[in-house]
Nanobody, 115 residues
Framework: QVQLVESGGGLVQPGGSLRLSCAAS????????MGWYRQAPGKQRELVAT???????TYAETVKGRFTISRDNAKNTVYLQMNSLEPVDTAVYYC?????????WGQGTQVTVSS
């Protein structure tokens, strides 16, 4: 059973930066993808960024050039560096782990971008 714990959310002004972290436990060796998704009030959960165990990344068009996903396999931790934050980035951000056995989710961390 994979368990994920997010941290790093909070309140930031437009144009500011935040770094989210997701610590994973129970990961087995093998092909897997970790990622960040977000859900704003009244909207569906959407993909933000993913990274495979060999470092291949994907990003939503809305965050390209502003967000960077990375992972430290030795620490079983994935990060999301968010720069140039905008009010539309306000959402609960969820960490995800995906492999052949299925998906695991963290509890989410709130990111609020407001002046």
């Amino acid at each position: 059973q994979v368990q994920l714990v997010e941290s790093g959310g909070g309140l930031v002004q437009p144009g500011g930066s935040l770094r989210l972290s997701c610590a994973a436990s129970g990961i087995r060796f093998g092909v897997n993808t970790m990622g960040w998704y977000r859900q704003a009030p009244g909207k569906q959960r959407e993909l933000v960024a993913t990274i495979t165990n060999i470092g291949t990344t994907t990003y939503a068009e809305t965050v390209k050039g502003r967000f960077t996903i990375s992972r430290d396999n030795a620490k079983n931790t994935v990060y999301l560096q968010m720069n140039s934050l905008e009010p539309v980035d306000t959402a609960v951000y969820y960490c995800n782990h995906h492999n052949l056995l299925g998906d695991s989710w963290g509890q989410g961390t709130q990111v609020t971008v407001s002046s």
